[in-house]
């Protein structure tokens, strides 16, 4: 998954610091030319592999 090893990549570099917001999903779909899904997905395999984390409250008003 192309969305996941460029995710797992900027975070490995530390160009995503501990804290800081990954972009959102239309963001990852724009950015890398994916549906929607797979920008999802990509997400999902990142928390589970425990490489980030979600917090409440962050989202849309």
Known sequence: MRVLDALTAVITAGI??????IP???ELCERH???RENARR???VLLS???CGRSGGRGRS
């Open 42 to 44: 990509a997400v999902r």
């Open 24 to 26: 959102s999903e239309s």
């Open 49 to 51: 592999g425990a490489r």
């Open 33 to 35: 030319k994916v549906a």
């Open 16 to 21: 995503i610091k501990p804290g800081e917001r």
